[in-house]
């Protein structure tokens, strides 16, 4: 495969209410790398990751991933397709099934794109689960634990990119390290991307190779992390940074 995995372009997306969410945005993450999306409340991070994840569609643009044009795949090639393209959502606790247990949650993905189920325990395992925690529902689970089912769950049909939105901000600082930690673990391991959302630009800044900084529905400054932050060009991202929270613990 030539070219990035994931190419958007010119995405829009209006609410039905009038807002304009999305005000053409174009992105690319290319295999195995994490591209942050930040910016503040409001911005259009989690819509642009729905319209990519085609949980939205968009009023205007292309998606493309791993060469198919997403937009227009038919449905039933897209629900193959989406073995390649998953998603961890931002809250953990209710974006797992709550009548599952968390083997179960890991187990219907499997199931969902034909894999065997007695992978379960081994992708636990991966996540830093044991046995003992795949037989209890969410809410007898910490949030950094139920986050580790999710990414267990999405991990499970060996993706080529993980669309994770604000992935551990419900989460305690000492625990969002050790789920970061996981993340590019994880990362090293298979080579899966990241497409990564998150208001939060110490946690970008520690695991993202680039960045979009996103307002009011626009892109409005991209680069690699590292130069964004040692120098800014655009005033929001300057007044975003000089709002980072250091994050805590041992990090990546
Ligand atoms: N389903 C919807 N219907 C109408 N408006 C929506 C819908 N979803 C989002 N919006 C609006 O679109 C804009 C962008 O929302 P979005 O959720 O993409 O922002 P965000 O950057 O993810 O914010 P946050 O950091 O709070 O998660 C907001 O003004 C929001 O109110
Ligand atoms: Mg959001």
């Known amino acids: 495969m030539s070219g990035p995995l994931l190419e958007a372009e ?3 997306k209006r609410f039905p209410s009038g807002t304009l969410a999305v005000d053409g945005v174009d992105l690319t993450v290319n295999a195995g790398e994490t591209v942050g999306l930040v910016g503040e409340s409001g911005s259009g991070k989690s819509t642009t990751a729905r319209l990519v994840l085609r949980l939205l ?3 205007a643009g292309t998606v493309r991933f791993a060469g198919h044009d997403l937009l227009r795949l038919p449905e039933r090639r897209m629900r193959q397709l989406r073995a390649r393209i998953q998603f961890v959502p931002q809250s953990p606790r209710t974006s797992l099934n709550p009548r599952l247990r968390a083997g179960e949650s890991v187990a219907f993905n499997l199931r969902a794109h034909g894999l065997p189920v007695s992978r379960v325990p081994e992708l636990l395992e991966r996540v830093g689960l ?13 949030g950094g634990q139920a986050q580790r089912v999710a990414i267990a769950r999405a991990l499970a049909t060996e993706p080529d990119l993980v669309v994770c939105d604000e ?15 996981l993340l590019a673990r994880l990362q090293q391991e298979t080579g899966v991307a990241y497409l990564f959302v998150s208001h939060d630009l110490a946690v970008v800044e520690h695991l993202c190779d680039r960045a979009l900084v996103m307002r009011e529905g626009r892109v409005v400054e991209r680069g690699p992390t590292r130069e964004l932050w040692r120098s800014p060009r655009h005033p929001y ?8 929270r250091p994050l805590t613990g041992e990090l990546p």
């Open 10 to 12: 010119g995405l829009v």
């Open 57 to 59: 569609r968009p009023d």
């Open 130 to 142: 044991g046995a003992e925690h795949a037989a209890r529902y969410p809410a007898q689970l910490s």
């Open 167 to 181: 992935p551990v901000s419900a989460l305690d600082r000492s625990v969002q390290a050790r789920v970061l930690n």
């Open 237 to 244: 991202t300057r007044s975003l940074l000089a709002a980072v």
